[in-house]
């Protein structure tokens, strides 16, 4: 489970230190945006990943990493290709970048888009986001040995919510889950719901019993005495809010799941212009503005470079593709 390492990468970025303002001298005595720079993402306004495009979007002009124009784009629809077909019209400008979700992975896996990780050039890794599962505060269901006691016995016998659709990161968590406890995840009783806040009420109704979700949301309900975390799959446990929060590796299952945010390039960029960029969200993520943004949503924040980015999506993927597989959605 190549991307449950992402706890590793905080201190391996720290590492890379040196190199990385290395790369950054070079880029700035180098190549620099000189035109109106756009930053593109497949999602619309008021979304979770509309709001990280304008976090960046604030600190590359307020801490004068970008002395261009900055603008946020947002290209809803078509499940990510109307983005990825904007972008695709604008190879070799590197004066246009792209936040992008797991989802363009996903789609690739699953044949509804041509566009990969390595369609374009990976830039940078910005952060992840830790997925739990979660019960009702008086749920029967206290450990994640109670939950894979009932999954093995009967697959069937717990509803679990999986967020808006099958194959995305609610659905592929589950489906992780389920296989480290030996449970079939084509058996499950899973439940789609148009968005977190209707999954929410109806785990709170009782309406299901388990429900997928990422932890800032699981963490906030948790602290309401509304829900009760099982489970995190992070690769070990974490320190503040997450000090109480128990991993599922410390629950004998070998899961580490994590949702990333990530940037690319366009296709077809030169060295130079990369290398600006990648040194330009070190910056970002250095920044004062940027960590008090990540520790308010509970985020995991780390930076990776273009190579390693490009090692961390292609491990991702043959982990997503396996969990498709899992599901059903992929022969």
């Known amino acids: 489970m190549m991307m449950g390492k992402a706890h590793g990468w905080v201190g391996y970025a720290a590492a890379l230190l040196f190199a990385g303002n290395a790369l950054l001298s070079n880029a700035q005595s180098g190549w620099r945006p000189d035109k109106p720079v756009e930053i593109i993402t497949p999602s619309a306004a008021g979304s979770s990943l509309d709001s990280t495009m304008r976090m960046l979007q604030r600190v590359l002009i307020e801490q004068k990493i970008v002395e261009a124009t900055v603008i946020a784009v947002n290209k809803p629809g078509g499940g990510g290709s109307v983005s990825t077909h904007y972008f695709d019209q ?118 299901i019993d388990v429900s997928s979700m990422s932890f800032a949301q699981a963490w906030t309900n948790q602290q309401a005495g509304k829900l009760r975390i099982l489970g995190i799959a992070a690769a070990k446990r974490g320190g503040g809010v997450l000090r109480d929060i128990p991993t599922w590796k410390e629950q004998g299952l070998d899961v580490e799941f994590h949702n990333i945010r990530f ?52 491990a991702l993927y043959r982990q997503l593709k396996t969990a498709l597989t899992d599901v059903g959605m992929v022969q």
């Open 90 to 207: 604008h190879a070799g400008d590197a004066h246009r970048i792209y936040l992008s979700p797991m989802t363009l992975l996903n789609n690739h896996i699953l044949g509804r888009s041509k566009a990969n990780f390595d369609s374009y050039t990976p830039l940078a890794t910005l952060f992840g986001e830790d997925m739990t599962m979660v019960v009702q505060a008086d749920s029967p269901l206290k450990s994640g040995r109670d939950l894979m006691a009932r999954l093995k016995a009967d697959p069937q016998s717990l509803s679990i919510a999986i967020g808006a659709g099958r194959g995305g990161t609610g659905h592929l968590n589950t489906a992780l889950l389920a296989r480290a406890m030996g449970a079939d995840p084509k058996l499950l009783k899973t439940v789609q719901f148009q968005g977190n806040s209707q999954a929410l009420a109806a785990l709170l109704g009782g309406h």
């Open 263 to 314: 940037m690319l390039g366009t296709r077809s960029i030169t060295p130079e212009q990369a290398a600006f960029w990648e040194g330009a969200f070190k910056r970002v993520l250095e920044s004062k503005i940027w960590e008090e943004y990540a520790t308010k949503n509970h985020y995991i924040p780390f930076y990776a470079g273009r190579a390693d980015t490009q090692k961390q999506l292609a």
